[in-house]
């Protein structure tokens, strides 16, 4: 597993976040940067959950949350990622249900875990959750969902800070979920935290996702491209501005690609951040190299889905999707005297 040296951008995009008490009993979410992307994710996996008939994945309180949320969801612009989200989440919660058949007692330290209610569809009544996640984001979870300990905690800490290890009870077996966070990352960064976990965590699990370079490097020159077009839309208000062509209360146009205008007023769209890592499916054993403790490497293959979707199965044997489908990598951990020799 390389670095991805030639992948630039600086560590975890922490954004900006407020939540209050919003009007009718509905509660008002305001985030950016990456922690914004958990009201995305939740709005996928609640628009299949809402769909009449066959459907992919039941997830009650995902559509609960997402009607006691005060927050502009038609800015993801429709339900169309709805499946493919769908397809993503039960992959990921199969494995975990792995998990705990085989450790009913363990712990799942879920994170960048957002409003994922993965341990309401996967729990079996004696799983330990701990939810490790940016501060602005567990505010959030503190008032949608509250922990219940001893079984399901929140610590609010940045992925990256390896000290969530010690609140982490191994005993029984652990499980380390990254879902939808390892493309947020710098590459030197990710290849750290799979190392940490590794060492940390003999005999344990580690599952994550993620997407192709191709799809990658087409975030980050989208990110230049449009830093390009606001700096150049923030030069020209202010030439306007000095001209006498706006007021200083910024009743002018708005800023493209800042998120609210200058009164304010959401944004009509959502730009998603810029992704930092990437791997091809193709790559996926040379995660092994991260760390002499990774035992297996195993890529996911996704459920059958509708329509188009029903090839998700065997997409990674096709030339032209290969390139555009994320990988979702389970890794097991080799127990304390294993050695690199002992590979399978």
Same mark, same amino acid.
């Given at each position: 597993m390389d670095d991805n040296d030639d992948v630039n951008g600086g560590g975890e995009d922490e954004g900006e976040g407020e939540a209050g008490g919003g009007d009718g009993g509905r509660f008002t979410v305001e985030l950016e940067g990456v922690p914004e992307t958990l009201l995305w994710n939740l709005y996928n996996r609640a628009a299949e959950a809402r769909r009449p008939g066959a459907r992919l994945?039941?997830?009650?309180?995902?559509?609960?949350?997402?009607?006691?949320?005060?927050?502009?969801?038609?800015?993801?612009?429709?339900?169309g990622m709805a499946q493919w989200h769908a397809l993503r989440v039960r992959c990921l919660d199969d494995e975990v249900r792995r998990f705990v058949a085989e450790h009913p007692d363990g712990t799942v330290v879920a994170l960048g875990e957002g409003l994922e209610t993965q341990f309401w569809r996967v729990d079996n009544g004696r799983v330990r959750w701990l939810t490790v996640d940016l501060p602005e984001t567990v505010e959030v979870r503190d008032v949608l969902l509250p922990d219940d300990p001893p079984r399901r905690r929140s610590l609010a800490r940045s992925a990256l800070d390896l000290g969530w290890m010690d609140e982490v009870d191994d005993s029984e077996g652990v499980l380390v979920t990254a879902q939808g966070l390892l493309m947020y990352l710098p590459p030197s960064d990710v290849k750290r935290l799979i190392a940490a976990c590794a060492e940390r965590f003999p005999g344990g699990?580690?599952?994550?996702? &993620?997407? %192709? /370079?191709?799809?990658?490097? +087409? @975030?980050?020159?989208?990110?230049?491209? !449009?830093?390009?077009?606001?700096?150049?839309?923030?030069?020209?208000?202010?030439?306007?501005?000095?001209?006498?062509?706006?007021?200083?209360g910024g009743t002018g146009p708005a800023a493209a690609g800042t998120g609210t205008d200058a009164a304010g007023t959401a944004r009509p769209g959502y730009r998603a951040p810029r992704w930092l890592w990437g791997m091809d499916g193709k790559e996926y054993r040379r995660v092994a190299? &991260?760390? %002499? /403790?990774?035992?297996?490497? +195993? @890529?996911?293959?996704?459920?059958?889905? !509708?329509?188009?979707?029903?090839?998700?199965?065997?997409?990674h044997l096709i030339p032209l999707l290969r390139g555009m489908r994320m990988s979702i990598v389970s890794l097991r951990f080799g127990a304390a005297d294993y050695r690199d020799g002992d590979r399978r």
């Open positions: 994945l039941d997830d009650p309180l995902a559509v609960e949350l997402v009607d006691r949320i005060d927050y502009p969801f038609e800015r993801f612009g429709g339900s699990w580690m599952l994550f996702d &993620a997407l %192709p /370079r191709g799809m990658v490097a +087409r @975030s980050q020159a989208q990110a230049d491209d !449009r830093a390009r077009a606001d700096a150049q839309a923030r030069a020209e208000a202010h030439m306007e501005t000095d001209a006498g062509g706006t007021d200083a190299t &991260a760390s %002499p /403790r990774i035992a297996e490497v +195993r @890529s996911l293959r996704l459920p059958r889905g !509708r329509g188009p979707y029903a090839i998700a199965p065997v997409s």
